[in-house]
């Protein structure tokens, strides 16, 4: 398991040079981008060397196959400790190339923390060597997996399932609330999430703000080489682009926190508000709930990169409206658990910035 993880911060390379039916466009590719998975990785990772919020997991999602994930579980009393805790998926981003569970622990362990679930991070198989719908069918095994075993292995509750993710993740959240019937999925809260993959990074549009040039340009063939070759076929497929799913099929309470120098603002937007649209119109409308936290000057990736570029204010801002979003929920649905650093934290950390939900 140690190999394994290890192998993980080297992927790119390994893919690159073993991958030979990969074309040399995406390798040459996979090279560069190796140091910045290294850089990006130990920057994610360094906290956690000493003092871990989490314990690390591999979850049979087939025979001779297990994916990591990571633990996050409250130590605060709950209450009756024997009643199954609700259950949240998390899902990392990184372009659908890569990344880390650990790049969204921050969140993760205060969402435990002071809601009491039990949060599972997970981690997928990665582009340009797995495209779609590998990503998305990894995830759909945890979600299946968890339904099955949560209660047994970590005393959560399937029934009361939330889910989280962050920028590829996003995408990878909603999608997964597809594969299971409507309403299981009691909410979903997404950073920065990518919803359409009908466009290519280079063909969606740029919002004001957005720097003229992009150090990073050279990436966007891998960026976009988990739907690429598919895409035609899949247009209208929700798995890819979670933006065309029926609202039926979707959790019914969403939160969208977007960052307004992003590529992605315009897609989220829209999708917010066909979905507040149709909600208004449906008769079960009342029951749902779609909200957005706009941060004007923020970025891509901006809630996971280091306080000293970021404020840690206003990632407690972020992080504090989507734990209240889920905590809203779990009473929604009749889990109110009351955890001691519940309301010492919830309530300040986004009060300092302001209201949580501005709309879109």
């Not at 609700?86 to 809601?115: K, M, Q, W």
């Amino acid at each position: 398991m140690i190999s394994r993880t290890i192998s993980s911060w080297f992927r790119p390379a390994i893919d690159a040079i073993f991958s030979r039916t990969l074309p040399w466009s995406f390798r040459w590719r996979l090279l560069a981008l190796q140091p910045i998975s290294l850089l990006t990785y130990s920057i994610n990772s360094f906290p956690y060397i000493f003092s871990r919020p989490f314990k690390v997991d591999w979850l049979p999602i087939a025979p001779n196959r297990s994916l990591r994930v990571l633990v996050f579980k409250s130590t605060s009393p709950t209450g009756d400790e024997s009643r199954p805790r609700p259950l949240h998926i998390d899902v990392h981003g990184g372009g659908f190339i890569g990344g880390l569970p650990e790049s969204d622990a921050a969140f993760c362990a205060r969402l435990a923390r002071e809601t009491g679930a039990v949060v599972i991070s997970t981690t997928y198989r990665y582009a340009p060597k797995h495209t779609f719908p590998a990503a998305i069918d990894d995830v759909d095994a945890v979600v299946a997996y968890l339904r099955q075993h949560a209660r047994q292995r970590y005393n959560a509750d399937p029934s009361l399932m939330t889910v989280s993710g962050f920028s590829a993740g996003g995408n990878l959240a909603l999608a997964t609330a597809l594969s299971v019937p409507a309403g299981e999925v009691k909410a979903a809260v997404t950073f920065y999430g990518v919803v359409d993959l009908r466009l290519s990074p280079g063909e969606k549009p740029k919002p004001t703000g957005s720097p003229a040039k992009d150090p990073l340009a050279f990436l966007q063939p891998l960026f976009d080489s988990y739907g690429a070759l598919s895409r035609a076929e899949n247009i209208n497929n929700p798995r890819l682009s979670p933006i065309v799913a029926e609202i039926e099929s979707l959790p019914e309470n969403i939160l969208m926190v977007i960052p307004g120098i992003d590529i992605l603002v315009h897609e989220q937007i829209t999708f917010i508000q066909r979905l507040k649209e149709e909600g208004a119109k449906d008769a079960n409308g009342a029951d749902r709930r779609f909200e957005t936290l706009y941060d004007e000057k923020g970025f891509h990736g901006y809630l996971e990169v280091p306080s000293s570029i970021v404020s840690q204010d206003k990632k407690d801002w972020a992080f504090g409206a989507g734990v209240k979003f889920i905590t809203d929920t779990h009473r929604k649905y009749g889990c109110d658990v009351e955890l001691e650093e519940q309301m010492a934290t919830l309530v300040p950390a986004f009060e300092a910035f302001g209201k949580p939900y501005l709309g879109s």
